[in-house]
T-cell receptor
Framework: DVKVTQSSRYLVKRTGEKVFLECVQD?????MFWYRQDPGLGLRLIYF???????EKGDIPEGYSVSREKKERFSLILESASTNQTSMYLC?????????????FGPGTRLTVL | GNSVTQMEGPVTLSEEAFLTINCTYT??????LFWYVQYPGEGLQLLLK?????DKGSNKGFEATYRKETTSFHLEKGSVQVSDSAVYFC???????????FGAGTRLFVKA
């Protein structure tokens, strides 16, 4: 069964802290994605990766970085957390490039920055 | 650029009512279209998809038809259940890269 897991369901951090969100998939997927989900805005793509050590900026990369050292793991890093990064963060993976490619999502991490 | 517009929620229905959630899109070329569903406390999961014009996607009693002439992909279900309460996202993938564009989501409440 397809599985995408995220390291935490809920996280509370202070302004200025460095934050790591981890995502692991067990499907041998090439592509992995990080989104943030905010009410009324849907899902917005932060970064994605189509191969190990490869990364591409999405629509809202400012304030974030990513790391993909192994195929199954994709980390999102907030270098210095700010209150406007309080959000739900969703990780997803997909098998290959293609118009009909389904994305598989993790359960999400709700991050609160105080 | 590509975009997806779906009806604002929340939508509140009684059990066994008919459901329609409207979705229209703007895209160059021939995108694939998707409906994802997010149940409370969970991530998104694919509900159905259609890859070309006039295709009908269906799953769990839900269906949607890819209408190129009206650039629409409306979600329908003939008789909703309380367990259908969730947020529904319309999305498109244009095949030009790896990106999927999501709509803002429509929250559905079904009352017993």
């Amino acid at each position: 069964d397809v599985k995408v897991t995220q390291s935490s369901r809920y996280l509370v951090k202070r302004t200025g802290e460095k934050v790591f969100l981890e995502c692991v998939q067990d499907m041998d997927h090439e592509n992995m994605f990080w989104y943030r989900q905010d009410p009324g805005l849907g899902l917005r793509l932060i970064y994605f990766s189509y191969d190990v050590k490869m990364k591409e900026k999405g629509d809202i990369p400012e304030g974030y970085s990513v790391s993909r050292e192994k195929k199954e793991r994709f980390s999102l890093i907030l270098e210095s957390a700010s209150t406007n990064q309080t959000s739900m963060y969703l990780c997803a993976s997909s098998f290959q490039e293609g118009t009909a490619d389904t994305q598989y999502f993790g359960p999400g991490t709700r991050l609160t920055v105080l | 650029g590509n975009s997806v517009t779906q009806m604002e929620g929340p939508v509140t229905l009684s059990e066994e009512a008919f459901l329609t959630i409207n979705c229209t899109y703007t895209a160059t070329g021939y995108p694939s279209l998707f409906w994802y569903v997010q149940y409370p406390g969970e991530g998104l999961q694919l509900l159905l998809k259609a890859t070309k014009a006039d295709d009908k996607g269906s799953n769990k009693g839900f269906e949607a038809t890819y209408r190129k002439e009206t650039t629409s992909f409306h979600l329908e279900k003939g008789s909703v259940q309380v367990s259908d309460s969730a947020v529904y996202f319309c999305a498109l993938s244009d095949g030009g890269g790896f990106k999927t564009i999501f709509g803002a989501g429509t929250r559905l409440f079904v009352k017993a």
